[in-house]
């Protein structure tokens, strides 16, 4: 009975169909297929077996449950190599599915067999070849032809998972809260998620924006990364100012003297609750978003004088394991960018720090970490006063971080987010009077970067990991 091949076929695009099963027969399988797809093979004279035929169970609930059943999901995941389960198969009266080609319909229809078979054929891909769309027939029938299918199943099991990766975002995208637009008026938008940043609480104001959902997230992010009351800017996806204090509203003051002119029309995080006195300083302002832990009573009422200033609660981010990015043809994925310990550092230059400065590296380390490469914060009281980002020269980034610091650079520290190929940017943040740096080891330039800090007479650390953020 397993001697048999059989090939499952349920498509909605029908292009190449007919020959791919002409191919198929010619080489022995057996076609097995749903009922629109078997209608049409048979009005092409091609001979296939219904689902229900296949099952002796028929379609039920309209045509819902037809291929979620065990004859087919156990023929196509059973193990060949396992003797128990071949065993199994006979006694149970499974068959071999061996090909297994499916089309998803639109997510409107909100396929839910089609995405299984998919999903079992690229679990079992050393024995199951799984084709989700007709560009594939041409290489499917090399391979057969070839007797290689072994080679391009595991290639095909990757497009297969991506097609239902995509197909669930895609219902996903159906199913959510729709925005304004996205990052422009022309583009739409849409939000879909219950917890964290996602399900953040409106308490006043207009509907939040795309690029709120983003400034949003980026503020949290450093936020949540001090253990002190800390206060977050952040205009564009970027820091324009960070400052953490034991007092609330110095917090806030330090961080928005960071950049003043920047943070008009941003984004405030904090990761402490918002007081009477803090709520007045920022009513003062214009910021689109203010997004805490939790608010006074006596806050919310200074709030709401500000109406469309959007107030959020945001109790605690979920904690990130994977970060994710789509790129053409594909997804990018990595482990979240966890920030070391600072007990990880090596001095290679100058004289240890002292407590305040060390406490100043670990602040400047937190807040580079998290703004976008290449990136030189200088900071000084726990507090950015020059943040430089976004350039294609590291240079560059520690020139734009001294022109918003002047002459708070002086006797400041800095955090450089990539190793320094060239002693350049460590000259010029010690000739503005930047007394330590922290930056990550592994520029073939090293030892050059460690003669110059001591020919500079500055403190020079190295972390053993860089932390570049192309977001």
Known sequence: MLEEKWALLSVSNKSGVIDLAKLLLKHNYRILASDGTHSYLESHSIPATRIAEFTN???????????????????????????????????????????VVVNLYSEEQFDIGGPALIRAAAKNHRSVTVLTDPS???????????????LIRYDLAKSALEATARYDLS???????????????????????????????????????????????????IASDHSLRTTVIVKHGA????????????????????????????????????DEKLANEIISGFYEVLVAPSYSSAALSLLAQRKKMRVLVLEKRESQTLSMREINGGFLFQSFDAI??????????????????????EFAWRCVARTRSNAIVIAKNLATVGIGMGEVSRVAAAKNALARAGDKA??????????????????????????????????????????????????????????????
Request: aromatic share 8%; proline share 4%.
């Open 171 to 221: 219902i996903l995208r159906s199913m959510s809260t729709p925005l304004r637009y996205g990052e422009n008026p022309h583009q739409d938008g849409s939000v879909a998620g219950a917890r964290g940043v996602a399900g953040v609480t409106l308490i006043q104001g207009a509907q939040l924006s795309f690029n709120n959902y983003l400034d949003i997230d980026c503020a949290t992010l």
């Open 57 to 99: 169970a028929e379609e039920i609930f309209d045509g819902r449950v037809k291929t979620l059943h065990p004859l087919i999901h156990g023929a196509i995941l059973f193990d060949r190599e396992n003797p128990a389960h071949l065993t199994e198969a006979e006694r149970r009266g499974i068959k071999s599915i061996e090909v």
């Open 410 to 471: 002086r006797s400041a520290v800095a955090a450089s987010d990539g190793f320094f190929p060239f002693p350049d940017g460590l000259e010029i943040l010690a000739q503005a009077g930047v007394k330590a740096i922290i930056a990550p080891q592994g520029s073939i330039r090293d030892e050059e970067i460690i003669t110059a800090a001591k020919r500079l007479g500055i403190t020079l650390y190295f972390a053993a990991n860089r932390h570049f953020s192309h977001n």
């Open 136 to 150: 594939q027939y041409a290489g499917f029938e090399a391979a057969l032809s070839q007797g290689t299918l072994e």
């Open 239 to 274: 820091p324009c100012g960070v400052a953490s204090d034991n007092d609330p509203h110095k917090s806030f003051l330090k961080a928005l003297e960071s950049d003043s002119i920047s943070a008009f029309g941003g984004v405030i995080a904090t990761n402490f609750e918002v």
């Open 340 to 361: 070391e310990s600072s007990s990880t550092w090596k001095i290679v230059s100058g004289a240890i720090a002292d407590e305040k400065s060390r406490a100043d590296l």
